[in-house]
Nanobody
């Protein structure tokens, strides 16, 4: 059974930092592109960032460019999202997901984690 487990969420003041981790039970983790999405209260799930299988190519939504960094460690079956200069509008449940190709679209992702809450206070 495939599992993606996010961790690292929490409450932080504006301007602070958090690092999210997503540990995957995928046997062939290095064959999957990985993505991060977020869902603010009362809204749909939105793309945040994605990274290809080698880590050499990344995508970011415009609102997080320069503040968030996605990375992966294939030896540890883990993908990370370093979030700096956090803003109240970054408040959301953050999800990691696995896809067969690098994509910004949620429908392209096969497996999803359960999410971790990030709350940024002003």
């Amino acid at each position: 059974q495939v599992q993606l487990v996010e961790s690292g969420g929490g409450l932080v003041q504006a301007g602070g930092s958090l690092r999210l981790s997503c540990a995957a039970s995928l046997r062939t983790f290095s064959n999957y592109a990985m993505g991060w999405f977020r869902q603010p209260p009362g809204t749909e799930r939105l793309f945040v960032s994605a990274i290809d299988i080698s880590g050499g190519q990344t995508y970011y939504t415009d609102s997080v460019k320069g503040r968030f960094t996605v990375s992966r460690d294939n030896a540890k079956n883990t993908v990370y999202l370093q979030m700096n200069s956090l803003k109240p509008e970054d408040t959301a449940v953050y999800y990691c997901a696995a896809s067969g190709s690098l994509s910004k679209f949620a429908n392209d992702y096969y497996f999803w984690g359960q999410g971790t809450q990030v709350t940024v206070s002003s």
